[in-house]
């Protein structure tokens, strides 16, 4: 299983672009990698998917070299509400035995 | 379109007693998974079931939890004595695979266990 290794935390502020970048080493030929949010008290919401190359949705991109060995998410134009715990997790599709850093506590300020 | 739900949301018990938490994944959803997170830990997967069968609870900790998964449905998660050590937030996710075979799991708001 791959692990990641993200930052434990990032300031902004609104209306700014937010990069949150993460390694992934080891990842497999089958690995996704996948982004989630998570407020306090609430469990892990699904952000974006990716394998290769770049994805976008109307939440974020996710950026992903050629190498794969890291990937980048961007939040365009955070706001307050975007203050959460952001984690990257790298797996196989069909084994969720996914491996849960300490994410990214991403704080956004007025 | 309803989401996953946990029950209950919170729940006190004391050492030595046994405690049932129960997900609602989303429906037609075939894998359903249990992750925990202790108290000051990182979240940690406990088991995934393909509809009713286990597919991997390499997971869990030790023979106090018992998963069941009745026809597919929901999914309960007893343990049974529970120990101090068991207090936690536990999660619940579903997920169906999608046609590009990425996938996206779906998480419940968790169930906070504290063992007094």
């Known amino acids: 299983l791959a692990k990641t290794t993200q930052p434990i935390s990032m300031d902004s502020y609104e209306g700014q672009e937010v990069n949150i970048t993460c390694s992934h080493n080891?990842?497999?030929?089958?690995?996704?990698i996948t982004w989630y949010q998570q407020f306090p008290s609430q469990g892990p919401r699904f952000i974006i998917q990716?394998?290769?190359?770049?994805v976008t949705n109307e939440v974020a991109s996710l950026f992903i070299p050629a190498d794969r060995k890291s990937s980048t998410l961007s939040l365009p134009r955070v706001s307050l509400s975007d203050t959460a715990v952001y984690y990257c997790?790298?797996?196989?599709?069909?084994?969720?035995?996914?491996?849960w850093g300490a994410g990214t506590k991403l704080i956004i300020k007025p | 379109e309803a989401g996953v739900t946990q029950f209950p949301s919170h729940s006190v018990i004391e050492k030595g007693q046994t405690v049932t938490l129960r997900c609602d994944p989303i429906?037609?959803?075939?894998?359903l998974y249990w992750y925990r997170r202790v108290m000051g830990k990182e979240i940690k997967f406990l088991l995934h079931?393909?509809?009713?069968?286990?597919?991997?609870e390499s997971g869990m900790p030790n023979n106090r939890f018992l998963a069941e998964r009745t026809g597919g449905t929901y999914s309960t998660l007893k343990v049974q004595p529970a120990e101090l050590e068991d207090s936690g937030v536990y999660f619940c996710a579903s997920s169906q695979v999608g046609e590009d075979r990425s996938t996206e799991a779906f998480f419940g708001q968790g169930t906070r266990l504290t063992v007094v």
């Open positions: 079931f393909v509809k009713e069968s286990k597919q991997d």
């Open positions: 997790l790298v797996g196989d599709h069909s084994n969720y035995q996914l491996i």
């Open positions: 990716g394998y290769k190359t770049k």
């Open positions: 429906s037609g959803h075939d894998n």
């Open positions: 080891n990842i497999a030929t089958n690995d996704y």
